[in-house]
């Protein structure tokens, strides 16, 4: 088991020579690179309380995985800060958090090779590792806390689930401070594989750095995917070597599966659904099992249907989604907004959603995004699905304004790809969904804000839809 990274000196031993990390022009091999976490981790160790927190604050993906590999080795803890953070945020989360030390900037800056250090001693597997934070899209950033035992149990069931092995080349094509980029690049790290990481994602710059590094397997989020493919259909790109693309974040349309494979004609696609918190979730191979469903429950996870009265559900009926692995978090290192419950070693962060006779699980929303209209309680996910099976719409996303009849008016916006009108999108919507749940309004954004991540930025559209019906 050890810990994140342990592995390393054995790539050295068998893969010394080969591509470990790379970054625009700059690349490690994995020689090279242990050479460079050992010396860090020694640094980190030598000016930083044992087990304490250390805040990374690198804007370039490159240097920030050596110093979070060095951290780990170093048996402290690496806590990811997000680039895009407006200052006052930042600056509210390192009060908070404390560091004992902070690393910017490259990793050579920070180390020498002097050849009386001391060799850190080897963290234990149930020790914190990583503070990671959510994305922030409906609030505050909340601080999660991870183990080393629990990524590395979720590490082998990547490579169970979806086949990875040491001669993948994983492409990571998005900020670090967002929990799923930073686990793929660690994980390919961790196995063997060599790891290519993006400092931004760009969709033709991305899909170029696929063909000239023949990547084989990538992490993104649906929206980067569909960025991908429809960069890549008016180009006339196609991407025959890549095996597999592994996609959570979102609900992956199954609408938008022949795009993408149109793109990667040999991928094998896969959904999975889990959590900063609870990390895999469900699976499922892309086009299978029932439209909408986000898989059965991966190896080693329960999942549970409970109702307000804690108990059970049974098949069909839907309830907050309890979860209960080996993969969970430790806890909240900042920000608990009593949304996230423990109880009898399962965990809820708030989802709901229901599972069918066959063990498939269907998510329905977020208690936090569930908006009361006339008395009725509607999901903001369920009115957002609808609009995005529209042809023309690539992106939705729905709020609740403060309404004097109704309490709350829903209101919409959404990204037109394609010849559209909102007459046409709501003629879409009285056919799909009853009066009480059809948006009040619907406004056109073409410059969709995106997080870091690569996740809709509910924050920024919400104060954009309400600077809209400002002025209607």
Not at 35 to 57: D, I, K
Not at 119 to 132: A, E, L
Not at 208 to 213: F, L, S, V
Request: some cysteine.
């Amino acid at each position: 088991m050890s810990f994140v990274g342990a592995p390393l000196s054995e790539h050295v031993r068998y893969r010394g020579d080969s591509l470990a990390l790379a970054c625009g022009g700059r690349r490690l091999r994995f020689a090279e690179l242990a050479r460079q976490v050992e010396a860090l981790a020694a640094t980190v160790a030598e000016n930083s309380p044992s087990h304490g927190r250390v805040l990374l604050g690198h804007d370039d993906p490159f240097d920030l995985v050596i110093a979070a590999l060095a951290t780990a080795r170093a048996g402290r803890v690496a806590v990811v800060a997000d680039p895009s953070w407006p200052d006052p945020v930042r600056a509210e989360i390192a009060a908070a958090i404390r560091p004992g030390l902070t690393l910017v900037g490259p990793a050579s800056a920070r180390v020498h090779d002097g050849g009386n250090r001391k060799v850190p001693s080897v963290p234990h597997p149930d020790d914190p590792f990583y503070i990671g934070f959510t994305s922030g899209s409906t609030g505050r950033p909340k601080g999660f806390r991870r183990s080393h035992r629990s990524w590395i149990e979720s590490f082998s069931l990547s490579e169970t689930v979806f086949g990875l092995a040491a001669g993948d080349r994983v492409l990571v094509p998005g900020g670090l401070g967002h929990s799923l980029h930073f686990y793929g690049a660690l994980q390919a790290l961790h196995m063997g594989a060599s790891v290519i990481v993006a400092r931004d994602f760009r969709a033709r710059v991305v899909l170029a750095r696929i063909g000239a590094d023949a990547v084989t397997a990538l992490y993104a989020t649906p929206t980067q995917v569909e960025l991908l493919a429809r960069a890549a259909e008016a180009d006339g790109t196609v991407l025959p070597d890549l095996r597999v693309v592994m996609v959570s974040g979102a609900k992956w349309r199954d609408t938008a599966l022949e795009r993408v494979r149109r793109l990667f004609p040999n991928a094998r696609l896969y959904e999975f659904y889990g959590t900063s918190e609870t990390s895999f979730v469900t699976a499922r191979e892309a086009g299978t099992g029932p439209e909408g469903s986000v898989g059965r429950a991966m190896p080693g996870v329960d999942l549970d249907i409970r109702g307000d009265d804690n108990q059970s559900m049974p098949a069909g009926d839907t309830g907050r989604v309890w979860v209960r692995s080996p993969l969970l978090f430790d806890g909240y290192e900042i920000g608990d907004d009593g949304e996230t419950i423990w109880r009898d070693g399962f965990v809820t962060v708030g989802d709901r959603g229901f599972v069918d006779a066959d063990g498939h699980l269907f998510l329905v929303g977020r208690v936090k995004r569930m908006l009361v209209t006339s008395g009725v309680n509607v999901f903001a996910e369920e009115i957002e699905a609808v609009l995005e099976s529209h042809p023309a719409v690539t992106a939705a996303a729905v709020f609740g304004l403060p309404d004097d009849l109704r309490g709350m008016r829903m209101v919409a916006a959404v990204r037109f790809v394609a010849a559209c009108d909102i007459d046409d999108l709501t003629r879409h919507c009285r056919a799909a969904l009853l009066p009480v749940r059809r948006p009040r309004a619907i406004h056109a954004v073409e410059d969709w804000p995106l997080t870091a991540g690569g996740k809709t930025d509910l924050r920024r559209l919400e104060t954009l839809v309400a600077a809209l019906e400002r002025e209607r």
